[in-house]
C-alpha cells in the first residue's frame, strides 16, 4: 500500500543552523507534497507544499524540494530560530494524503 | 472566528460506552476529514467527506460511523469504546481533495 517513510524521526540543531528533513513515497500517483507543523499540544499547519510539476519552492526561511524520480522530497529551514521548535510532518498523494511519520525539530538558543 | 471547529477539546469515557465528537467549518471548504493521531503522533486518515458524501473509508472497525448531515459539518460517533481507541482526533477540511488541510485544534480521547 502506500508509505511515506521520513527521517530523522528527531532532530536538534543550534539556533542559526539549518534543518533538513527527508521523505520517500512509494506511490508512483503522487503529485502533491505538503509539509505540517504541529507545535506541542496544537493542530497540525501547514508551512508550505509542492507540486509534481515543480522541483523546488522556497518561502523565506524555509524550502522544499522534490526529486519525482527518485521519489524524494525534503524541507529545509535555514537560520533556525527556537520557534521552529515542533513536529514536522512530510506527506504525499493525490485524491488522498499519506502523512510521514514525524520529525520532531528542537532548536536551542 | 475559528475555521475548524470540533467539540468536546478533552473526552474522559469508560471502556464499553458510545461517544461522538462534532465538527463543523466555515470555511465553505467542499471535503472534510477525520485523522487519528496516536501516542507516537501518527497521523492517519480514518475518512473524508466531499460535499456529504463518503469518498475515502480507510481499514477502521465500523465501531466509527461517521456522518455528514451538510457539507459544513463532520461527526464522529464511536460505539463500545475500546482502550485502543484513546487518542487525539483532528477533524480537517479543504477545498480541493487532500489539498491545504485546515485542521481543527482536535479531541483528546481517553478510555479508562
Known amino acids: 500500500g502506500e508509505n511515506v517513510e521520513q527521517h530523522p524521526s528527531t532532530l536538534s540543531v543550534q539556533e542559526g543552523d539549518s534543518a533538513v528533513i527527508k521523505c520517500t513515497y512509494s506511490?508512483?500517483?503522487?503529485?502533491?507534497f505538503p509539509w505540517y507543523k504541529q507545535e506541542l499540544g496544537k493542530r497540525p499547519q501547514l508551512i508550505i507544499d509542492i507540486r509534481s510539476n515543480v522541483g523546488e519552492k522556497k518561502d523565506q526561511r524555509i524550502a522544499v524540494t522534490l526529486n519525482k524520480t527518485a521519489k524524494h522530497f525534503s524541507l529545509h529551514i535555514t537560520e533556525t530560530q527556537p520557534e521552529d521548535s515542533a513536529v514536522y510532518f512530510c506527506a504525499a498523494g493525490n485524491d488522498k494524503l499519506i502523512f510521514g511519520t514525524g520529525t520532531r525539530l528542537q532548536v536551542f538558543p | 472566528d475559528t475555521a475548524v471547529s470540533q467539540t468536546p477539546k478533552y473526552l474522559v469515557t469508560q471502556m464499553g460506552n458510545d461517544k461522538s465528537i462534532k465538527c463543523e467549518q466555515n470555511?465553505?471548504?467542499?471535503?472534510m476529514y477525520w485523522y487519528k493521531q496516536d501516542s507516537k503522533k501518527f497521523l492517519k486518515i480514518m475518512f473524508s467527506?466531499?460535499?456529504?458524501?463518503?469518498?475515502i473509508n480507510e481499514t477502521v472497525p465500523n465501531r466509527f460511523s461517521p456522518k455528514s448531515p451538510d457539507k459544513a459539518h463532520l461527526n464522529l460517533h464511536i460505539n463500545s469504546l475500546e482502550l485502543g481507541d484513546s487518542a487525539v482526533y483532528f477533524c480537517a477540511s479543504s477545498q480541493r481533495r487532500a489539498e491545504k488541510l485546515f485542521f481543527g485544534s482536535g479531541t483528546q480521547l481517553s478510555v479508562l
Open positions: 470555511l465553505g471548504h467542499d471535503t
Open positions: 506511490d508512483s500517483a503522487s503529485n502533491y
Open positions: 467527506y466531499n460535499n456529504k458524501e463518503l469518498i
